[in-house]
């Protein structure tokens, strides 16, 4: 599991502004260095309402990006746990068990991206502790 907080990352121009005076700027969540081989699987826009889980599970060959737009979240990831807050990214390796809670009465919206490793792997739901 990597863990991005997005207040940690510095703003940089976009590559194809002109440094000077850039129009956007952009924060690298994660370098291409980072990010396992594969393509895109899918993104996701989900919503987990309040006092809500979703189960421990693992992916066989998809690692997955999650972003957090709004709310906040606790992750569990292996034996660590987190909270997420809005603008957190964390990186899930294929293979770690990992679900997310929402311990507030108010929804929390995020993205997951996956990125499939195109081994025909399956997803695989374990016993929650």
Not at 28 to 50: I, K, S, T, Y
Not at 107 to 118: M, N, Q, S, W
Request: glycine fraction near 8%.
């Amino acid at each position: 599991m990597r863990i991005v907080r997005k207040n940690e990352v510095r703003l940089e121009p976009a590559s194809h502004e002109d440094s000077r005076r850039p129009g956007v700027w952009k924060r690298v969540l994660f370098p291409r260095e980072l990010l396992p081989e594969g393509r895109a699987q899918m993104l996701n826009w989900a919503e987990l309402p309040g006092g809500s889980s979703f189960a421990p599970h693992y992916h066989e060959d998809m690692d997955e990006i999650f972003v957090i737009v709004q709310g906040s979240a606790e992750m569990r990831v292996g034996k660590d746990s987190i909270t997420l807050a809005q603008g957190d990214a964390v990186l899930v390796a294929c293979r770690e068990i990992h679900s997310m809670t929402n311990r507030t009465n108010e929804k929390v919206e995020y993205l997951v991206i996956g990125l499939t490793r195109d081994q025909g792997g399956r997803t695989i739901c374990v016993e929650r502790e």
